[in-house]
Nanobody, 117 residues
Framework: QVQLVESGGGLVQPGGSLRVSCAAS????????MAWYRQAPDNERDMVAR???????NYTESVKGRFTISRDNAKKMVWLQMNSLKPEDTAVYFC???????????WGQGTQVTVSS
């Protein structure tokens, strides 16, 4: 059984930085791609960043150059470093383990990120 637990959300001013973390349990972590999604009120849950088992990353266009996803397979951790935050980055951020078809198979409970002055 896989469990994902996010932490590190909060309130930050525009232009600020925040790092959210995801701790995974279970033996499947190192063999699976991981991703961060976000969902703003009244919006769909969209992928923000993804990282493969060997560290290849890709990002949605709106966060390229500002966000960085990383992972540590030994620690079973995934991070999303968010810099130059904008009010439109405000959302609940979810960690996801991605299956072989590229679909999220497991979700964390989410962590709120609010960018506001």
């Amino acid at each position: 059984q896989v469990q994902l637990v996010e932490s590190g959300g909060g309130l930050v001013q525009p232009g600020g930085s925040l790092r959210v973390s995801c701790a995974a349990s279970g033996s499947a972590f190192s063999g699976n791609n991981m991703a961060w999604y976000r969902q703003a009120p009244d919006n769909e849950r969209d992928m923000v960043a993804r990282i493969t088992t060997d560290g290849i990353t890709n990002y949605t266009e709106s966060v390229k150059g500002r966000f960085t996803i990383s992972r540590d397979n030994a620690k079973k951790m995934v991070w999303l470093q968010m810099n130059s935050l904008k009010p439109e980055d405000t959302a609940v951020y979810f960690c996801a383990m991605v299956n072989i078809w590229g679909r999220p198979a497991y979700w964390g409970q989410g962590t709120q990120v609010t960018v506001s002055s």
